[in-house]
Each structure stands twice: as structure tokens, then as C-alpha cells.
T-cell receptor, first 118, second 108 residues
Framework: EAGVAQSPRYKIIEKRQSVAFWCNPISGHATLYWYQQILGQGPKLLIQFQNNGVVDDSQLPKDRFSAERLKGVDSTLKIQPAKLEDSAVYLC????????????????FGSGTQLSVL | KNEVEQSPQNLTAQEGEFITINCSYSVGISALHWLQQHPGGGIVSLFMLSSGKKKHGRLIATINIQEKHSSLHITASHPRDSAVYICAVTAGTYKYIFGTGTRLKVLA
């Protein structure tokens, strides 16, 4: 079974530039998550999709971050314009059920995109 | 105060040592997860448990629901065990709440 695919693996940009990340979840997984992980911290949820609808985007800085999940499959996360504090690893994850309803549900993570904003 | 606290934050051990990483949480949970993150960012799930103890190879995870505490043990540690170990819980909303991780370095 193929895992969660993310690209690119690394990205270096200057502040005020734009950047986009792509994620393809495990086939059949209804829920897709984007996390931001700043060095030394645990992952922070940015946005959660259930199929192609947004379930939770309360911590997404909507003035500069946007995300979409067209057709309920793959997803893109965009930052425009980037700031120095956006330097982090951006993790995509997916789960089979809607919203981890079963207590024994697992999240499956991609390898992440390491973003450096100079 | 974070809802999920881990200790220690950093740990250096010699190859072969027995290692313990602790996790305490302050919310009601449906499950607790131990995750491993290698340099480069990808996260893999090691254990998911809601009671008792689980063992996989040299890794053992325990949980005490009454005390809201879990431990991850690594027996006969090896340099390839060097990684960040993250404790996470799934709570009433079935979302993950993550700890900040324990950075483990095992020296040969």
C-alpha cells in the first residue's frame, strides 16, 4: 500500500515569495490534515479536510495561508507571501475514517516538506 | 501549560543503555500514541494504546490511565534509535494533541 506522498521535500525561498506544497493521501482515506511543525515543537494542525470539505481551519493564518482539496483526493497548501516565521516542516497526514471517529484510528504521515524562509 | 507534556526534552545515551521517555497528559483520552520522527520530518506510528502495555521488538510502551501517564522504553538502545519521539493523545474530539517531543541521541 502506497503511503502519503508529499512534495517537494525541501524548499528554500526568500521572504515575501510564494510557495506551494502538494499532498496525495493514502487511497480511500477520507480525512486529510496539514500540520506545521516548527523546530523544537510538536506538530500544530493548520487545516483538516473531510473529503473535499473543510472541518477545521481555526489555526490557519488565512491572511497568507490557503489550502484546497479538489475532488476529495490530493491537496495543496499555499503560503503567499511567506514570512521568516513560516520556516518549519509542513506535514500532511491522512486517516481512513471521518474525523478519527474510531478510537483505534491511526494517522498516516507523509515525509514532510522542510521550508526555509530567508 | 500544554495538555501533553514529555520528559526529558533531550536525551543522550550510550549504545546498549535502557532508555525511558515519559509522557503526562491532562485531558480525557480515547488513545495515546507514540510516534517516531527521524531527521527529514516523516513521522511513523510506533504504538497506539488505551490501557496496559504493548511490546514491539526492543520497544515497550505502558500507560496508566488513572495517573494519566505513559512511558516508552527502549531496551538495548542502538544508534539507529536516534530520533525524536513524540507522544500524542486522541481526545474527545478525536483530534491528535501532540507533545513537543523528546530528542534522543544514542552514541556508538
Amino acid at each position: 500500500e502506497a503511503g502519503v506522498a508529499q512534495s517537494p521535500r525541501y524548499k528554500i525561498i526568500e521572504k515575501r515569495q510564494s510557495v506551494a506544497f502538494w499532498c496525495n493521501p493514502i487511497s480511500g482515506h477520507a480525512t486529510l490534515y496539514w500540520y506545521q511543525q516548527i523546530l523544537g515543537q510538536g506538530p500544530k494542525l493548520l487545516i483538516q479536510f473531510q473529503n473535499n470539505g473543510v472541518v477545521d481551519d481555526s489555526q490557519l493564518p488565512k491572511d497568507r495561508f490557503s489550502a484546497e482539496r479538489l475532488k476529495g483526493v490530493d491537496s495543496t497548501l499555499k503560503i503567499q507571501p511567506a514570512k521568516l516565521e513560516d520556516s518549519a516542516v509542513y506535514l500532511c497526514a491522512s486517516s481512513l475514517s471521518i474525523g478519527l471517529r474510531r478510537a483505534n484510528e491511526k494517522l498516516f504521515f507523509g515525509s514532510g516538506t522542510q521550508l526555509s524562509v530567508l | 501549560k500544554n495538555e501533553v507534556e514529555q520528559s526529558p526534552q533531550n536525551l543522550t545515551a550510550q549504545e546498549g543503555e535502557f532508555i525511558t521517555i515519559n509522557c503526562s497528559y491532562s485531558v480525557g483520552i480515547s488513545a495515546l500514541h507514540w510516534l517516531q520522527q527521524h531527521p527529514g520530518g516523516g513521522i511513523v506510528s510506533l504504538f497506539m494504546l488505551s490501557s496496559g502495555k504493548k511490546k514491539h521488538g526492543r520497544l515497550i510502551a505502558t500507560i496508566n490511565i488513572q495517573e494519566k501517564h505513559s512511558s516508552l522504553h527502549i531496551t538495548a538502545s542502538h544508534p539507529r534509535d536516534s530520533a525524536v519521539y513524540i507522544c500524542a493523545v486522541t481526545a474527545g474530539t478525536y483530534k491528535y494533541i501532540f507533545g513537543t517531543g523528546t530528542r534522543l541521541k544514542v552514541l556508538a
